[in-house]
């Protein structure tokens, strides 16, 4: 079985510009959760879709947005980025259950730099 | 507030000896811990969980041990290799798919 892909891998971007992310969780997978990792911070929880629906959210701004189409598949926008948004960028599935038991398995991440 | 602590940030651990990474945590709404490995500029891989009703689960190499009343849980491998090298995360869940991580652990398996 396929697991979590993420594109792009790498992107560089410059102060003010958006962008979007994109997330293809693992066949049958129904949640997927979105992190930033940074050097500071450590991972944290931005925000998870399950059945198109933002079901979590952590404390990011609002700049910060998904959403999650029919196919489970997931996008991840960041507007007027920041130099502070510079991060690594994790994408993770899980069947969606939620609490014991339900597993999320993490896609290789996108490397986001802000100049 | 840090809810799930990684006290030590890094262990040196000899080929065929047992490691042994520790974790803690403060939010009693926790009832799923997980851990992971991860190398650098790449995503986390599962590597062995625990339900708050259990106290220990083994996976091959891969022992976690968790302390409820301690709110403690470990990760234990044995034996250790190289091939073991890498940070160790790791997290806790409770009220819906929110993931907690601590801040990691380097693990170094020397040969």
């Known amino acids: 079985k396929a697991g979590v892909t993420q594109t792009p891998r790498y992107l560089i971007k410059t102060r003010g510009q958006q962008v979007t992310l994109s997330c293809s969780p693992i066949?049958?997978?129904?949640?997927v959760s979105w992190y930033q990792q940074t050097p500071g911070q450590g991972l944290q929880f931005l925000f998870e879709y399950f059945s198109e629906t933002q079901r979590n959210k952590g404390n990011f701004p609002g700049r910060f947005s998904g959403r999650q189409f029919s196919n489970s598949r997931s996008e991840m926008n960041v507007s007027t980025l920041e130099l502070g948004d510079s991060a690594l960028y994790l994408c993770a599935s899980s069947l969606g259950r939620g609490g014991i038991g339900d597993t999320q398995y993490f896609g290789p991440g996108t490397r986001l730099t802000v100049l | 507030d840090q809810q799930v602590k990684q006290n030590s940030p890094s262990l040196s651990v000899q080929e065929g000896r047992i490691s042994i990474l520790n974790c803690d945590y403060t939010?009693?709404?926790?009832?799923?811990f997980l851990w992971y490995k991860k190398y650098p500029a790449e995503g986390p891989t599962f590597l062995i969980s625990i339900s708050s009703i259990k106290d220990k689960n083994e996976d091959g190499r891969f022992t976690v041990f968790l302390n409820k009343s301690a709110k403690h849980l470990s990760l234990h491998i044995v034996p250790s290799q190289p091939g073991d090298s890498a940070v160790y995360f790791c997290a806790a869940s409770g009220e819906g798919n929110k993931l907690v991580f601590g801040a990691g652990t380097i693990l170094r398996v020397k040969s």
């Open positions: 066949s049958g997978h129904r949640s």
């Open positions: 939010n009693s709404m926790f009832d799923y």
